[in-house]
């Protein structure tokens, strides 16, 4: 008895503390069967045979651990938790009034009792002849019931022995429930981490909302507007016009900044992990799945959910995204346990989703789920007055982030910045001034922005034609001159850079300072 019940409180999982206790009770030679319920909530009210002798409809003693084996038909199996009785309304039948009374129930012999439980036949076939029930309980809280069904009149020691088993069971099912908590939150901790790392390394986030058009300024009367809600929320948008930023700015401003933003990029995890990247896995489960791990809803759970390039989800998954979104709940890949999730989707794509929709790529239910509260992130090129704001505050950060003295940026770079259509939006522009940054000479800026002309090189020509201020030559063309004068130089000296009749001697400079502007503006000596 003590071995056992040492035994007992050394497990640590909830499912195997309860299989433990009810094998250990069915090993007994007289027990027939032995049988574990724990007080739940419904969850099967509408298929349960006993609804109409179910009082409250809210609660229910849930079947959890069953061990045991039948003489009329042997190769049942008596393990099971989702028989016919597998859900017993509270205040029903012996095992229902057990943890309504918080009292045990003991039946020595069947054939001598005046009154029984339903079941008759079954009872007739096994050779039931006793009966003990007795409430599981902790600190005042009635947990559940534990029964054994004998095949022998109930011995006087019996009952006792199944007291002390359940109040021990009690200790070691709140423990074990605290245990799995513990481990739970520790895991959850351990993925937000993980995932939280992996964002700050892959983002190139851009610090915080820059500018004041009115495109921006309209985009953050969305942000506030929808922020404390808890709405989804579709952002729509070129690639690298800052969805994600305006992701993070909607959960820094919800209720839900206490949890964290887990970020899922649906463009980058391969069509055959997107259950496993969604909901986790269990041990087993496929070649490689190691141990269990967490999804990205569990990692979000309470907080915000960033499906970046939704219109990347395969089709066959979009119906189990669907379903969560619907009714908040999944089962990891491998496992039958159906967990519950709380989290708010904000969703981003660089497609047009109802195309996809019309084109049968994306579900239409799933559109119309997420497509709650639709905000747009203009392109750069049409908002190209917040582009010196950008600048400044990209120019700032390059130079931190590279340990460098801050390059001066002229109004010849702003226009010559202004001037070009930025394919590629905000990233594009960041790059460009960090590579920008990087090959500066002398806090000499210039941008390498193909097929791009400032305000003042399309200007130049006109003033000089025009007479006005001919002295006075942008910085922007003195460049522009200045790449032409050296390929005229190196051409001249057959693109000799040093030594005698080199093009650094035609132009007055040494090899070495040559050789660093050739490579700041790109020049190189073309192929035969």
Not at 106 to 115: F, L, W
């Amino acid at each position: 008895m003590k071995d056992r019940l040492l035994e007992l409180a050394q497990q640590r999982s909830v499912d195997s503390l309860l299989k433990f206790m009810v094998n250990g009770a069915a090993s007994r030679p007289h027990v027939a069967l032995a049988r574990i319920w724990l007080i739940d909530k419904g969850d099967l009210c509408d298929t349960c045979h006993l609804r109409k002798d179910c009082p409250e409809k809210i609660r229910c003693l849930h079947t959890v651990a069953s061990a045991g084996r039948s003489i009329s038909n042997p190769t049942e199996d008596w393990s099971r938790v989702d028989s016919e009785y597998c859900r017993i309304p509270l205040g029903f039948g012996n095992i229902g009034t057990i943890p309504t009374t918080g009292r045990e129930i003991i039946v020595k012999d069947v054939q001598a009792a005046d009154k029984w439980i339903g079941r008759e036949n079954w009872v007739r076939k096994e050779g039931i002849r006793g009966f003990v029930g007795e409430p599981i309980i902790y600190k005042g809280e009635v947990l559940g019931t534990l029964a054994v069904f004998t095949r022998t009149p109930v011995a006087e020691e019996a009952p006792k022995w199944l007291r002390i088993f359940a109040d021990h069971a009690a200790t070691a099912i709140v423990n074990a429930r605290a245990f799995e908590e513990i481990e739970r939150l520790k895991a959850q901790l351990e993925l937000e981490n993980t995932y939280l790392r992996e964002e700050i390394e892959e983002q190139r986030a851009y610090g915080e909302i820059v500018g004041s058009s009115p495109a921006l300024r309209h985009l953050v009367w969305q942000i506030e507007l929808v922020a404390p809600t808890e709405a989804n929320v579709l952002i729509l948008g070129e690639s690298g016009t800052g969805k994600e930023l305006v992701a993070r700015e909607i959960h820094l401003h919800s209720n839900r900044n206490k949890r964290p933003m887990i970020r899922v990029n649906c463009a980058s995890i391969p069509k055959e992990l997107y259950e496993s990247e969604f909901f986790g896995h269990a041990k087993g489960a496929f070649t490689g799945a190691l141990k269990d791990r967490a999804g990205r809803f569990e990692a979000a759970d309470g907080g915000t959910l960033f499906l970046d390039e939704v219109g990347e989800i395969p089709l066959e998954l979009q119906s189990k995204l669907l379903r969560v979104l619907q009714e908040k709940q999944y089962e990891r890949v491998g496992e039958e346990k159906t967990r519950h999730v709380d989290v708010r989707i904000i969703a981003a794509t660089n497609r047009n989703l109802k195309r996809e929709v019309e084109a049968g790529r994306f579900r239409q239910d799933l559109y119309y789920r997420l497509n709650v509260f639709p905000i747009e992130v203009a392109p750069l090129r049409d908002r190209k007055e917040d582009i010196p704001a950008l600048a400044t505050h990209f120019l700032d950060l390059a130079a931190k982030k590279l340990n460098v003295p801050k390059p001066r940026l002229t109004q010849a770079n702003l226009l010559k910045l202004q001037g070009y259509d930025w394919p590629g939006n905000v990233r594009e522009l960041q790059n460009v001034i960090e590579r920008a940054v990087i090959i500066a000479q002398k806090g000499i800026l210039q941008f390498d922005l193909p097929g791009a002309s400032s305000e003042s090189e399309r200007l130049a020509p006109a003033l000089s034609k025009s007479g006005i201020n001919p002295e006075i030559v942008p910085e922007a063309e003195m460049l522009r001159r200045e790449r032409e004068n050296m390929i005229a130089a190196l051409k001249k000296a057959n693109w000799k850079v040093s030594g005698r009749g080199g093009a650094a001697e035609l132009l007055g400079v040494r090899p070495t300072t040559l050789a660093t502007r050739m490579q700041a503006m790109k020049i190189r000596k073309p192929r035969e």
